[in-house]
């Protein structure tokens, strides 16, 4: 089992910045993947931006050049850094954790999902 604590939400003006971080604990050395995703009530959970266990970050086209998702391996903990924040950016934001383990030829996944922060930009 992989727990995941959310912080660093809040309200914002636009054009101010927040920082979100997400604290995994328990099995953390299954976790892979880690990422943001956001979610508004009525729409899907959408994918914000991820990073794998070598650094390599991937981000929705919405938020690129705006938003880094930065991780401490050693804390089991990502960063979400949010700049340039717009209205269209309230949401609530969750943290999730891919974890992956067995041998090469049987690979089992699980998605571990936070509580949700929520993050309001106001205009």
């Known amino acids: 089992q992989v727990q995941l604590v959310e912080s660093g939400g809040g309200l914002v003006q636009a054009g101010g910045s927040l920082r979100l971080s997400c604290e995994a604990s328990?099995?953390?050395?299954?976790?892979?993947?880690m990422a943001w995703y956001r979610q508004v009530p009525g729409n899907e959970r959408e994918l914000v931006a991820s990073?794998?266990?070598?650094?390599?970050?991937n981000y929705a086209d919405s938020v690129k050049g705006r938003f880094t998702i930065s991780r401490d391996i050693a804390k089991n903990t990502v960063y979400l850094q949010m700049n340039s924040l717009k209205p269209d950016d309230t949401a609530v934001y969750y943290c999730?954790?891919?974890?992956?383990?067995?041998?090469?030829?049987?690979?089992?996944?699980?998605?571990?999902w936070g509580q949700g922060t929520q993050v309001t930009v106001s205009s």
């Open positions: 328990g099995r953390t050395r299954s976790i892979d993947t």
């Open positions: 990073i794998d266990t070598d650094y390599t970050p």
């Open positions: 999730k954790a891919v974890a992956r383990w067995g041998p090469v030829e049987r690979v089992f996944e699980f998605d571990y």
